[in-house]
C-alpha cells in the first residue's frame, strides 16, 4: 500500500507539475499576447505620429500667405500683357568677363510694372536673372532664379520674396535643383527672409555709379567703329556702340581721344537684333557733358 500510496503521490506531484507548467504556459501566453497588443498599439501611435510629420512636411512644402494668391495674379497680368514697352539697358562686361544688362516693362501709361536684371559673376561663377514687379513705383514681389556656385555642391535656385506697401519683405519661399529644367517640377519650401535689392537694376538703367556712362575711347573690328563708355576704372563695367555717323562730338572726341578719357557722356541708342540672335546696340547720338 505504502508502494501504491508513493506512486498516487508521485502522479499527483507530477499532476500539479504539469498543472503549473501548463498555468506557466498560459500566463506567457497571456504575456506575449499583452505584449503583441502593446507592440501593436504603439506602432500603430508611431505610424500616426509618422503620419502626422508626414502630413506636416507637407504642408511645409506648400507654403502660402494671405496676400499670395493677390500678388500672384497681379504677376501673370503682368507676365501676359503683351502691350507692355521695352526698354533695353545698355549691355556691359568688364575685364574678368563678368556681364550686367537690364530691361524696363512699361504700361500704356508709361509706369514701370516690371524690371529684369541679367548677370554673369565670373568671380564667383554665379548666373542668372532678377525680376521686380512693380506697382505705384514700389516692388510688390522679387523673383531671383539664379546658379549658385558657391555651394558645395553647386545648384539652381528660384526665390521668390513678398513686400508690403513699405516695401518691406514679409514672406520668401523657395526650391532648389540640380538642372534649370527640373526647377519647375520642385515644391517651394518656407525660406528665411530675403529682401533682394533693386539698387543695381536701377544703376544699370540709369546709367549711374559704376554703370556710368564716361568715354573710354574707341575700338574697331575693321568695319565698324565702336564707341566705349562706362566707369572710369581699369577693371569697370564698360559698354560699346556701333558708331553710325560721325558727327561734331564724336569728332571732338576721336580728335582728343587720351585727353578726353573719363568725360561724361549722354548717350541715345538703339538695340538691333540679327538673324542669329545677337544684339547690336547702335549709337544715335551722343553729347559730352563736361
Known amino acids: 500500500m505504502l508502494r501504491f500510496k508513493k506512486r498516487i503521490y508521485l502522479i499527483e506531484s507530477c499532476y500539479f507539475c504539469l498543472e503549473e ?18 507592440f501593436s498599439l504603439l506602432f500603430a501611435a508611431c505610424n500616426s505620429s509618422s503620419h502626422k510629420n508626414e502630413t506636416s512636411e507637407e504642408s511645409k512644402t506648400q507654403p502660402k500667405f494671405p496676400n499670395e494668391d493677390q500678388l500672384e495674379v497681379k504677376m501673370a497680368a503682368i507676365e501676359n500683357n503683351k502691350d507692355l514697352l521695352v526698354v533695353n539697358s545698355l549691355n556691359y562686361n568688364n575685364n574678368a568677363g563678368s556681364t550686367a544688362s537690364a530691361i524696363a516693362y512699361l504700361d500704356a501709361e508709361k509706369n514701370t510694372v516690371k524690371m529684369d536684371e541679367v548677370f554673369s559673376d565670373v568671380t564667383n561663377g554665379n548666373y ?10 514700389k516692388k510688390i ?66 546709367q549711374e555709379k559704376d554703370f556710368e556712362t564716361t568715354f573710354q575711347g574707341f575700338a574697331s573690328d575693321g568695319s565698324t567703329k565702336f564707341l566705349l563708355v562706362g566707369e572710369n576704372t ?47 546696340q547702335i549709337l544715335q547720338s551722343v553729347k559730352i557733358l563736361n
Not at 536673372?129 to 506697382?135: G, L, R, V, W
Open 21 to 38: 507548467t501548463l498555468s506557466e504556459k498560459k500566463s506567457m501566453k497571456t504575456q506575449i499576447t499583452y505584449f503583441a497588443i502593446l
Open 128 to 137: 542668372g536673372t532678377y525680376t521686380f514687379y512693380i506697382e505705384n513705383g
Open 141 to 206: 514681389v522679387s523673383k531671383e532664379v539664379y546658379f549658385d556656385n558657391e555651394l558645395k555642391v553647386p545648384i539652381f535656385v528660384e526665390r521668390i520674396s513678398f513686400y508690403d506697401k513699405n516695401q518691406k519683405v514679409i514672406y520668401t519661399k523657395e526650391r532648389t535643383a540640380e538642372y534649370e529644367e527640373d526647377l519647375p517640377k520642385m515644391q517651394f519650401q518656407i525660406a528665411k527672409l530675403k529682401d533682394c535689392s533693386l539698387d543695381r537694376t536701377m544703376r544699370i538703367l540709369n
Open 234 to 280: 581699369p577693371d569697370g563695367f564698360a559698354s560699346s556702340l556701333a558708331v553710325q555717323r560721325l558727327d561734331k562730338e564724336i569728332e571732338k572726341l576721336s580728335n582728343n581721344e587720351k585727353a578726353m578719357v573719363g568725360k561724361k557722356l549722354e548717350i541715345q541708342y538703339d538695340v538691333m537684333v540679327d538673324e542669329q540672335g545677337l544684339a547690336f
